[in-house]
């Protein structure tokens, strides 16, 4: 059954909602231009509501190792996603340093070849669409079906997908892409920054729902 990520989370309610929906995940990003960003001392009053168990994953865009290890230890996250143009020397001095999983996210864009994200040696990838306007949360998709094959084929068991994904279409995303897990921010919002639970619990009943 393909997990499910809900990123982007801003406060308790949100967050509780989610993993009561039946969330694997939870997103909370630290990116400042972000407008889903969350300071670290409030991510951590978070983070300490939740029950024992409830994976929160912290989102980073070209921040210093320093800063994620920081930050990470603060809050008492379970894994780290970098979205930014973090190299792979980047990765591997973090993996170094810490024990917790990292997500490695790559924007999807016509010249993206799939296979170029094995040089980065980091436990799951996230595929994105490409969007000049900003990183993740765009609402923005790529063509599922056909990097869907390569994206299965390099990663069948680590794979996370995202950009664009809805409660109307998760299900065909996930028979196209055959992913680990799904990825959404955007897709699940009243607003940006606060989630609609009727959407946060159509989204999850359509991925778990999915063949």
């Excluded at 989610?18 to 960003?37: C, H, M, T, W």
């Excluded at 436990?123 to 923005?140: C, E, M």
């Amino acid at each position: 059954m393909t997990k499910v990520k809900i990123c982007g989370i801003t406060n308790i309610e949100d967050a509780r909602q989610s993993f009561e929906s039946g969330a694997d995940q939870i997103g909370l990003n630290f990116y400042p231009k972000s407008v889903r960003y969350i300071p670290p001392d409030e991510a951590r009053r978070l983070v300490e509501s939740l029950p024992e168990g409830w994976e929160s994953i912290g989102v980073f865009v070209n921040e210093t190792i320093d800063t994620v290890l920081e930050t990470a230890d603060h809050v008492g996250l379970a894994g780290i996603q970098l979205h930014g143009d973090e190299d792979a020397q980047y990765v591997r001095d973090l993996t170094q340093q810490t024990s917790l999983f990292i997500i490695k996210a790559f924007c999807v864009s016509p010249l993206f070849g799939v296979s170029d994200a094995l040089e980065w040696k980091v436990r799951y990838q996230l595929f994105d669409a490409y969007s000049p306007n900003g990183r993740g949360g765009t609402g923005k998709t790529f063509d599922w079906k056909n990097m869907g094959v390569h994206i299965n084929q390099y990663f069948p068991y680590s794979a996370y997908l995202a950009g664009g994904l809805t409660p109307e279409n998760v299900k065909q995303a996930i028979r196209d892409v055959k992913p680990y897990a799904v990825d959404v921010a955007s897709g699940v919002e009243a607003s940006p920054g606060k989630k609609d639970p009727n959407k946060v619990a159509s989204f999850i009943k359509a991925a778990k729902e999915a063949i």
